[in-house]
């Protein structure tokens, strides 16, 4: 998981601008006679230099002796990348795990490389949470820096703790959240914070603005647990929240932009009780939430890991394995760049379990080990804590530039590995037809000749013979032509 991958984005200028801007686009039939100098056919003067406005084209200005496109007059803009300061092309996650028991005059948390063989204890990697007991763990990309940072909720605190190698804050909520997830929700590349309080009041907030905006799950009583996957399909990472609505456990899940696609703002219904829930994806349809949940008898029944799919309604479940009698907690990513999820379930006193998930109902387990550091880890979470997850860092642009509106586009570069490679990425653009005549001629020849003889005795006998010698040959001859037009063009990140 230690190779470093490098990747790069070329992205195109965004242009905006209002028709009314320019009083409108002319019918064809009143298109003004073309003038001299840019912009009459073909673009044909590449002389672009004017001395006033006359020189220029319609929907020009000259601007220092430039004809230049004609400009908004309600700017300044701004503009965000169609894709985010950064962008991952798969993911590598590692673990963290909240130890419960006071270290130093704090709880912390620990960060561990998995492996398919091996849990191991990250050099340094271990985070002062302060002196409250960590209630639940989280990590992601919340201040859009790699590698991932850590946040936790703490009981007796109304913030939000957050922990990266570049530095430590805390974001105030304005009430005891009890449940923290991280994830990537409005599609700017930047993971939000998602935290949920015990009364069903849950805040999302912007880490790197230092942000946060309050609400509350709607009809909700009690909250239990949160986490984010795009559970609907729709390419929109949604939050997923576990409480009580009108007496009955409830996962519902809300879409933040609700507002924009038209979709119901809640969707999901009543289910199970359960012990902690995560969404994440096993399949090639839409994320699941995989839930653990108490198989009772006091610890003598294994417990549950519930697969569940939610519709506009209701939850359906698709399918259950059984775990250990002693699981507390279950955390669902991708820990090794094959673009499916893994689970990690936190079970017994100090011990993780890696699982693959093959069915809903089957899984292979992968490794389990003891935690080396942790004591008594009470929660799970997964980040890329070494920043190895191959992805493509903006390096500039796109700037919105004032001017008539021309389609965008952003070319990605596959990701490569410097390991193994001396080369780059590269990418080929264009077009090309082939076109192809065939033409053949046959030619035949046939010969023979005929060669005989008869003799007779008058009353006696009469006898005769002929025979017949010939060949025959063919040839066929064919011509072709093929021909190649269209034009081809590369492109290498710089």
């Given amino acids: 998981m230690s190779a470093r991958w490098v990747s790069a984005v070329s992205l195109l200028a965004v242009f905006g601008c209002s028709q009314s801007d320019f009083g409108g686009f002319p019918t064809p039939g009143e298109l003004p006679e073309a003038p001299e100098g840019p912009g009459h056919p073909a673009w044909g003067d590449t002389d672009i230099s ?6 220029c084209a319609p929907s020009e200005s000259c601007e220092n002796n430039v004809c230049m496109p004609a400009r908004c007059g309600d700017g300044p803009y701004d503009s965000s990348s169609p894709i985010g300061p950064v962008y991952l092309f798969f993911e590598d996650k590692e673990i963290l795990a909240a130890d419960s028991n006071l270290v130093d005059g704090g709880y912390w948390v620990d960060g561990y490389l998995p492996s398919s063989s091996d849990i191991t204890y990250r050099s340094g990697g271990s985070w002062n949470m302060g002196g409250g007991a960590i209630l639940d763990v989280a990590g992601g990309n919340v201040l859009g820096q790699r590698p991932d940072g850590a946040v936790a909720v703490v009981a007796g605190s109304a913030t939000i703790q957050v922990r ?30 998602v935290a949920l309080g015990s009364s069903g009041k849950y805040a999302i907030c912007d880490a790197a603005e230092g942000a946060c905006e309050s609400y509350t799950v709607e009809g909700a009583t009690e909250g239990y647990d949160v986490t984010i996957g795009d559970v609907d399909g729709d390419n929109f990472k949604e939050p997923v929240f576990h409480v009580k609505k009108n007496g009955d456990e409830h996962i ?30 096993v399949d090639d349809n839409a994320d699941k939430v995989i839930a653990l949940r108490d198989g009772g008898g006091f610890g003598w029944i294994d417990d549950k890991l519930d697969t569940l ?13 059984s775990v250990s009698s002693e699981a507390r907690d279950v955390e669902l990513d991708d820990m090794d760049m094959d673009g499916r999820d893994e689970i990690a379930l936190l079970q017994g006193e100090a011990e993780v379990q ?29 980040a890329d804590l070494d920043g190895d997850s191959p992805s493509a860092r903006q390096v500039g642009g796109p700037e919105l530039v004032p001017g008539g509106i021309t389609p965008i586009m952003a070319l990605q570069f596959p990701p490569f590995s410097q390991t193994f490679s001396d080369a780059s990425s590269y990418l ?34 009469r006898a005769g013979f002929m025979a017949r010698f010939g060949r025959e040959f063919s040839k066929r001859r064919t011509l072709g032509k093929r021909y190649t037009i269209g034009s081809r063009f590369s492109i290498s990140p710089d």
């Fill in 50 to 55: 004017c001395i006033s406005q006359s020189d």
């Fill in 309 to 321: 799919q939610l519709s506009e309604t209701s939850v359906s479940k698709l399918g259950t394995a």
């Fill in 354 to 382: 890696l699982r693959r998930p093959v069915s809903a109902s089957t899984h292979t387990i992968m490794v389990t080990k003891t935690l080396s550091v942790t004591d008594a880890p009470l929660r799970l979470g997964l």
């Fill in 428 to 461: 080929f653009i264009g077009q090309t037809e082939n076109i192809s005549e065939d033409f053949s001629d046959s030619m035949s020849v046939r010969y023979g000749v005929g060669v005989g003889f008869e003799a007779k005795i008058k009353g006696v006998v």
């Fill in 252 to 281: 519902v899940a809300l879409n933040y932009d609700y507002e924009e696609t038209g979709e119901p703002k809640w969707i999901g219904g009543p289910s199970d009780g359960y012990l902690a829930i995560s969404a994440g994806t």
């Fill in 164 to 193: 990266h190698d570049n530095g430590d804050s805390s974001l105030s909520i304005g009430f005891q959240p009890i449940a923290v997830a991280a994830g990537d929700i409005d599609q700017d590349s930047v993971d939000e914070i």
